[in-house]
């Protein structure tokens, strides 16, 4: 049974930092691709960030240059650093694990930037 378990999120002033974890486990095979999504109150779930198992990455416009998303494969682990942050980045983000065919969510954790 693969399980997810996030970590990282909390309240942090405008312009500051945090840094999300996912760790993965309970799979035999290996994990593919692997990202982090948000949602907002009343928005749609969106993609932040996702890294392949090779380390090919791809970010949402808004987050380039802010948000740096890589991943420790020894560890089934996959990290988000978010710099400036920014009032508007308030959601819950959650981890989004690929392991083909299927594909896997967490419970998710709270980012409130506070202005």
């Known amino acids: 049974q693969v399980q997810l378990v996030e970590s990282g999120g909390g309240l942090v002033q405008a312009g500051g930092s945090l840094r999300l974890s996912c760790a993965a486990s309970?799979?035999?095979?290996?994990?593919?691709?692997m990202g982090w999504y948000r949602q907002a109150p009343g928005k749609q779930r969106e993609l932040v960030a996702a890294i392949a198992r090779g380390g090919s990455t791809n970010y949402a416009d808004s987050m380039k240059g802010r948000f740096t998303i890589s991943r420790d494969n020894a560890k089934n682990t996959v990290y988000l650093q978010m710099n400036s942050l920014k009032p508007e980045d308030t959601a819950i983000y959650y981890c989004?694990?690929?392991?083909?065919?299927?594909?896997?969510w967490g419970q998710g954790t709270q980012v409130t930037v506070s202005s």
């Open positions: 309970g799979s035999t095979f290996s994990f593919n691709t």
């Open positions: 989004r694990v690929f392991i083909l065919p299927k594909e896997y």
